[in-house]
């Protein structure tokens, strides 16, 4: 039985006694599975994973994907894993927006996975987000509102940072046309449903200008990111998170510079189309 400490009343899960350099028996797997499923995101403390024991971990909640629009380098040989580094005299692309990791795609991806292999003592925290409770503490009234709807999400954002002088990320030539998901998403395994939006990646409502769309997504993010519902956790060296992209928002705080050392690898599972 895996063994699981609650990390706040919003979402999250500390998993103790499994070594996830080693392989899985049959058991703790479906174990780390439902406890995913049931808290949403999992630290694992003390971990020390190679590229290849981080992908294969990754297995367990769909296929490894690289990034489809490359914007970091990769370790070598392993192209689906990111490298997600601040280093001195050289600052990493700027995450500290809330999403959902790579929305746009037309399968965004299921999960995503962090391995802190360096940590600015007190600093680079992440947060992450409920949005299962973000619909839920909604009003009836925009509940009924939202069924049915659709947003429109956008790499473009993604290509404006790309060409920001100063940090790490990697130009971006062209992004793929927008891609229509629901507005409130269906999770494939717990059939529980979500919002499905957020501020970095969802342009508008379909069929509404950006402008219509503003008002409602602002709002919708500034309810999303109250405090009651969100969790930030604090990096050691050797943390690993994984975190649902269906069900959650995260944001990564941006309060250190290019003086200090701040590295990640990143994995990706891939996903279903929201429906």
Same mark, same amino acid.
């Given at each position: 039985?895996?063994?699981?400490?609650?990390?706040?009343?919003?979402?999250?899960?500390?998993?103790?006694?499994?070594?996830?350099?080693?392989?899985?028996?049959?058991?703790?797997?479906?174990?780390?599975?439902?406890?995913?499923?049931?808290?949403?995101?999992?630290?694992?403390?003390?971990?020390?994973?190679?590229?290849?024991?981080?992908?294969?971990?990754?297995?367990?909640?769909?296929?490894?994907?690289?990034?489809?629009?490359?914007?970091?380098?990769?370790?070598?040989?392993?192209?689906?894993? *990111?490298? +997600? $580094?601040?280093? /001195?005299?050289?600052?990493?692309?700027?995450?500290?927006?809330? &999403?959902?990791?790579?929305?746009? !795609?037309?399968?965004?991806?299921?999960?995503?996975?962090?391995?802190?292999?360096?940590?600015?003592?007190?600093?680079?925290?992440?947060?992450?987000?409920?949005?299962?409770?973000?619909?839920?503490?909604?009003?009836?009234?925009?509940?009924?509102?939202?069924?049915?709807?659709?947003?429109?999400?956008?790499?473009?954002?993604?290509?404006?940072?790309?060409?920001?002088?100063?940090?790490?990320? *990697?130009? +971006? $030539?062209?992004? /793929?046309?927008?891609?229509?998901?629901?507005?409130?998403?269906? &999770?494939?395994?717990?059939?529980? !449903?979500?919002?499905?939006?957020?501020?970095?990646?969802?342009?508008?409502?379909?069929?509404?200008?950006?402008?219509?769309?503003?008002?409602?997504?602002?709002?919708?993010?500034?309810?999303?990111?109250?405090?009651?519902?969100?969790?930030?956790?604090?990096?050691?060296?050797?943390?690993?998170?994984?975190?649902?992209?269906?069900?959650?928002?995260?944001?990564?705080?941006?309060?250190?510079?290019?003086?200090?050392?701040?590295?990640?690898?990143?994995?990706?599972?891939?996903?279903?189309?929201?429906?």
């Amino acid at each position: 039985m895996v063994e699981t400490r609650r990390l706040c009343g919003a979402l999250g899960a500390e998993v103790s006694g499994v070594d996830l350099s080693k392989p899985l028996n049959e058991d703790t797997a479906r174990g780390i599975v439902d406890a995913f499923h049931e808290h949403l995101m999992l630290v694992f403390r003390g971990q020390s994973l190679d590229p290849g024991s981080q992908i294969a971990f990754t297995r367990l909640f769909g296929e490894p994907q690289e990034h489809p629009l490359r914007t970091r380098a990769s370790v070598d040989g392993y192209p689906e894993v *990111l490298i +997600i $580094e601040t280093r /001195p005299g050289r600052i990493g692309a700027r995450n500290d927006y809330w &999403h959902s990791d790579i929305s746009h !795609r037309e399968r965004p991806p299921a999960a995503s996975i962090l391995h802190a292999l360096a940590v600015p003592d007190g600093l680079g925290d992440t947060m992450f987000c409920n949005m299962y409770r973000a619909l839920e503490t909604l009003s009836p009234g925009l509940q009924r509102l939202l069924d049915g709807m659709e947003a429109v999400h956008s790499a473009e954002v993604t290509m404006r940072r790309a060409l920001e002088k100063g940090t790490d990320a *990697l130009p +971006i $030539e062209s992004v /793929p046309p927008p891609t229509t998901h629901p507005v409130l998403r269906t &999770h494939a395994h717990t059939g529980r !449903r979500a919002l499905f939006v957020n501020p970095h990646f969802t342009v508008s409502f379909a069929g509404m200008t950006r402008e219509e769309s503003a008002p409602i997504l602002d709002y919708l993010t500034e309810h999303s990111t109250r405090p009651e519902n969100v969790y930030r956790h604090r990096w050691a060296v050797g943390d690993v998170l994984i975190w649902d992209n269906r069900c959650t928002m995260h944001y990564a705080v941006r309060d250190y510079d290019d003086t200090v050392h701040r590295k990640h690898h990143r994995t990706t599972a891939g996903g279903e189309r929201p429906f």
